[in-house]
Nanobody
Framework: QVQLVESGGGLVQAGGSLRLSCAASGRTFSTYDVGWFRQAPGKEREFVTAISWSGGSTYYVDSVKGRFTISRDNAKNTVYLQMNSLKPEDTAVYYC????????????????WGQGTQVTVSS
């Protein structure tokens, strides 16, 4: 069993930065790939980025490439999402989720989800 808790969200002006954290409980967390998703009001939850269990592989959607960086520290059971050059369109609830593998963009392949953290970017 893995439990995920996101933190680090908040209100920031356009062009600013935030770092989200996804803290996990459970001895097996280091064996899971982790993804970040986001959901804006009235929209579907969308895939943003993911990192392999070892941290050796990452993937970003085009809209955040070059601005967001995902990383993990398995010793601390934590995955991070550094978000720079934030835009108003990045406003959403951000969720982390853990999967054993497969197509990272497919929500149904994720076994565990956090409760989400709100990110609001003002223009």
């Amino acid at each position: 069993q893995v439990q995920l808790v996101e933190s680090g969200g908040g209100l920031v002006q356009a062009g600013g930065s935030l770092r989200l954290s996804c803290a996990a409980s459970g001895r097996t967390f280091s064996t899971y790939d982790v993804g970040w998703f986001r959901q804006a009001p009235g929209k579907e939850r969308e895939f943003v980025t993911a990192i392999s269990w070892s941290g050796g592989s990452t993937y970003y959607v085009d809209s955040v490439k070059g601005r967001f960086t995902i990383s993990r520290d398995n010793a601390k059971n934590t995955v991070y999402l550094q978000m720079n050059s934030l835009k108003p369109e990045d406003t959403a609830v951000y969720y982390c989720a853990a999967t054993r593998g497969g197509d990272w963009s497919v929500k149904t392949l994720y076994d565990y989800w956090g409760q989400g953290t709100q990110v609001t970017v003002s223009s």
